[in-house]
């Protein structure tokens, strides 16, 4: 069967067939603007149609919506002169029985030039000096807050910061990082030294019906709490998302789901325009009866991703662990080859179009 629906629409449509027990198997672009989903009911799975390109005229207006670079804010404090801001708040985000230590840390910009957008890291200058005598060099922390902050009064800033903690391979002493714990553990009153903003990778396209694909390990999580809370908790003249946001989450444990309260509320409060998927790697098993990571989840939803993949106004971001890039990679490239498309290419596009944004650490 073959629907034809406004963009719109399109994400809407494609739950309500999802949702009947249909199959998308490919979606076409009609006239360069309304996109064509053909529809199988088979439960069985079948070839994914090849994909047509997009039309210049749409994935120019897609690059242009996405490089909306306009007054980004960069590096107002540099390390030289940072902002001494203080923390005014400082709780836990892991629950009891969870792996590790999570803190939500905010911190008062009173006074200062710092502003910024969602998707921006701050650099944080920890005090003291190091090894060699010299004072201690920044770590980057992605913003966890939209651009009005926590209080929506322009005037702070918060992360979701994990406290480093390892075995020295030698020694197997138990080392803690210098940067994570003195954040970790700050006390509300204390100074913190600041700088930045930087980071335009991970911004957020300001098109209101775009398809945010959202793929978070652990803190990776930081980034997309500011584009959901921008999405789905505030109120703004200039932005009111109509799209399709879709987060899949990996954490060790339930208890290690940071935010989990306000995401299944936003869930359970907007089902047509947010959906939220765990991967419990210690608690859920993949199909091969091992630990279920955030690369199976993708792996179960990779012809769904890859074809919302097709329409311009889909945008995918990952954010976390440096080692999820590889098997996120290797699941969408089953989708793509089904296709008849080397993912390699095909993602190489993508991120011309500003439409694959990494962020990890
Ligand atoms: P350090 O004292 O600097 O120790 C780190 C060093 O310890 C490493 O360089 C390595 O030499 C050593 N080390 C680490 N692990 C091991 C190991 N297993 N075995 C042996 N040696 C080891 N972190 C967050 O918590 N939240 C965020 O939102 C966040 N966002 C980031 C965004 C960006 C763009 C980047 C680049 C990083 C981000 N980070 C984030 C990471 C953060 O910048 C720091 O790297 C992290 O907090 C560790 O800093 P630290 O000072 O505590 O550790």
New binding site residues.
């Given amino acids: 069967m073959f629907f034809t629906v406004p963009y719109s629409r399109m994400n809407q449509e494609m739950r309500r067939i999802t949702r009947l027990g249909g199959r998308i198997v490919s979606i076409k672009p009609f006239n360069g603007i309304a996109p064509v989903a053909t529809v199988s009911s088979a439960s069985t799975p079948q070839p994914i149609a090849q994909s047509s390109p997009v039309p210049e005229q749409t994935k120019k207006k897609a690059m242009t919506q996405a490089k909306e670079k306009t007054d980004i804010p960069v590096n107002i404090y540099r390390p030289n002169q940072p902002f001494i801001g203080k923390c005014i708040e400082n709780y836990p985000l892991v629950d009891e029985g969870g792996i590790g230590i999570?803190q939500h840390v905010t911190f008062d910009l009173s006074g200062s030039d710092l502003r910024y957008l969602e998707g921006q890291?701050i650099g944080i200058i920890?005090p003291g000096t190091d090894a060699n005598g010299k004072p201690h060099k920044l770590?980057?922390?992605?913003i966890?807050s939209t651009r009005h902050g926590d209080k929506l009064d322009d005037k702070t800033v918060s992360?979701?910061?994990?406290?480093?903690e390892?075995?020295?391979?030698e020694t197997k002493e138990t080392?803690?990082?210098?940067?994570?714990?003195h954040l970790c553990n700050i006390g509300v009153g204390a100074d913190v030294a600041i700088t930045g903003p930087v980071?335009k990778e991970m911004l957020l396209p300001s098109d209101e019906d775009a398809t945010i694909i959202m793929m978070a390990t652990g803190?990776?999580i930081?980034p997309f709490r500011a584009f959901l809370w921008r999405m789905f908790k505030e109120q703004h003249e200039d932005y009111k998302f109509k799209g399709l946001a879709w987060l899949i989450f990996g954490v060790p444990k339930t208890a290690n789901i940071l935010y989990q309260e306000e995401l299944e509320k936003i869930a359970a409060e907007f089902p047509d325009n947010f959906r939220l998927t765990y991967a419990i790697s210690r608690e859920q098993q993949n199909p091969q009866g091992g630990r279920m990571y955030i690369q199976h989840r993708v792996a179960e939803h990779a012809d769904e991703i890859w074809n919302l993949l097709q329409s311009p106004k889909t945008h995918a971001y990952m954010c976390g662990l440096k080692g999820m890039e590889d098997g996120i990679d290797d699941a969408i490239s089953g989708a793509a080859n089904k296709n008849g498309t080397d993912w390699s290419v095909y993602q190489k596009q993508l991120k011309k179009e500003h439409r694959w944004h990494v962020?990890t650490?």
Avoid: D, F, I, K
């Avoid at 770590?139 to 992605?142: A, F, G, M």
């Fill in positions: 999570v890291s920890p770590r980057l922390y992605s966890a992360l979701c910061v994990r406290q480093l390892y075995q020295h391979p080392v803690y990082g210098v940067c994570s714990t980071g803190t990776g930081a962020e650490y």
